[in-house]
């Protein structure tokens, strides 16, 4: 079974940073994609980066240039490095993959970008 958690969330000032880290058990990273989310309130679940398992990466417009997606095969995480975090970047961040064509999800981590 696979389980997915996120970890790092945290309250930061507008234009700090937070790393984020999803781990995993019953799955290895490397040998699948790798999506985070974000859910604010109020509004949709919408796909913030994406790691596929060739190692290529994509990002949302919002965030292209401030996040970096990355994985380290070594401990089976995929990190979500976010700079210059902005009031807007506010959500529950979910990292999600799929095996078997069973959707996993994490039980997410907050972020809260505030002064």
């Known amino acids: 079974q696979v389980q997915l958690v996120e970890s790092g969330g945290g309250l930061v000032q507008p234009g700090g940073s937070l790393r984020l880290s999803c781990a995993a058990s019953?799955?290895?990273?490397?040998?699948?994609?790798v999506v985070w989310c974000r859910q604010a309130p109020g509004k949709q679940r919408e796909l913030v980066a994406a790691?596929?398992?060739?190692?290529?990466?994509n990002y949302a417009e919002l965030v292209k240039g401030r996040f970096t997606v990355s994985r380290d095969n070594a401990k089976n995480t995929v990190q979500l490095q976010m700079n210059n975090l902005k009031p807007e970047d506010t959500a529950v961040y979910y990292c999600?993959?799929?095996?078997?064509?069973?959707?996993?999800w994490g039980q997410g981590t907050q972020v809260t970008v505030s002064s």
């Open positions: 999600n993959v799929v095996k078997s064509g069973v959707e996993y």
């Open positions: 790691i596929r398992s060739g190692g290529s990466v």
């Open positions: 019953g799955i290895i990273f490397r040998f699948t994609n």
